[in-house]
């Protein structure tokens, strides 16, 4: 069922919540816990990185890897999807958003 939202989803249509710009991994690790501390059931989250391709990888797993271990160590319902695309000559995009936003955009 899900799956059939993420072919029909592009990105810009998710509601952002917070946009967050990281740079370095310092900010990784910050970005990650002020979400953590945030609700996901409402809107979504965009993370700018540059597009410096080591970096960005090395960033995109970082981010995505600690905010999984943080939402288990929560227990919160794992239901959270990740876009990642190209946001524009300088920077990719990943957008976390909740299955249960996802859901009302139907």
């Known amino acids: ?30 970005v990650v816990n002020e979400m953590l501390a945030m609700d996901f059931k ?3 989250f965009k993370i700018l990185i540059p ?7 090395k960033l995109g797993y970082t981010i995505v890897n600690e905010l999984n271990r943080g ?10 999807r990740y876009f990642v695309y190209h946001h524009d000559p300088e920077h990719y995009a990943i957008v976390i958003v909740s299955e249960e936003v996802l859901a009302k955009l139907h």
């Open 71 to 80: 939402l288990r160590l929560k227990r919160f319902k794992h239901n959270v």
């Open 51 to 57: 597009k410096d391709e080591n970096l960005a990888r």
């Open 42 to 44: 409402e809107t979504g």
């Open 1 to 30: 069922m899900v799956l059939r939202f993420l072919v029909s989803i592009h990105p810009s249509q998710i509601p952002i919540g917070q946009l967050f710009d990281v740079k370095d991994y310092s900010e990784a690790w910050e």
